[in-house]
């Protein structure tokens, strides 16, 4: 299934309200607790300037994606785009692993097929 | 970690759509394995860097990893370009925890765009995404005098105050 992509959601202002713009903060510091050990804490500085990053990184990839698909004269982001975007933009260490786990959907999606036919 | 659940896992994707939507044209849409691929390099992405911050605070026998420790992760781990914007980001941050809200709107409204990119291919051009609003990165710091070397500034100001964004195209007097 494809998700239709919208307009903006900036007002008339052009400012754009955090839960737009940002990962909820909550989520973030839980996935970096569960990287820390038990005792350790984390700032709401750090969790900030985290959640901040991670932002830009996922517009970042997706506007190198977004761009290769204009080249191509798509209009469906796919996850080949992804991790295409990811080899592109330096992140190799990333996009293979992810090309190796969408192939192994892939396969199990079919052989999941084949079991019900 | 075997017995952790999926919202644990990975950042909701309701938000990480909401975030590739202020990206994308109007007309595009997004694949359910983009949505996922995306999604899966998010989580990847934080543990990468927490890890990193960590074995930093468990050699300075510290039990709380701080925004510095974030920025001198990405510093180690080759995302050198983040760290210089962020630290600026930090310390603006810093110094309007004190104002009011509606002054800290105004000064981020009314400041032109500050992007950062990460070290690219060679071949690679970084992306146009000035059009995605009101980041971490769209303020300028020179008129908030983050470039003066301030004895009172605190966290990573020295860091910020040495950092010259026009070094790359100075030249020596002749």
Known sequence: ?117 | MAGVREQDQYMPIANVIRIMRRILPAHAKISDDAKETIQECVSEYISFITAEANERCQREQRKTVTAEDVLWAMEKLGFDNYAHPLSLYLHRYRKTEGEPASARRASASASPSMQMHPRTHPHSHPPNYSHHGFGMFDFDPSSQGFYRDDASSSGSGGFVASFDPYANIKRDPL
């Open chain 1, 1 to 117: 299934m494809e998700d239709s992509i919208g307009g903006s959601s900036s007002n008339d202002n052009n400012i754009i309200k955090e839960q737009d713009r940002l990962l909820p903060i909550a989520n973030v510091g839980r996935l970096m607790k569960q990287i820390l050990p038990q005792n350790a804490k984390i700032s709401k500085e750090a969790k900030e300037t985290m959640q901040e990053c991670v932002s830009e990184f996922i517009s970042f990839v997706t506007s190198e994606a977004s761009e290769k698909c204009r080249k191509e004269r798509r209009k469906t982001v796919n996850g080949d785009d992804i991790c295409w975007a990811l080899a592109t933009l330096g992140f190799d260490d990333y996009a293979e692993p992810m090309r190796r786990k969408s192939r192994t959907k892939i396969q199990e999606a079919s052989t999941n097929q084949n079991d019900l036919c």
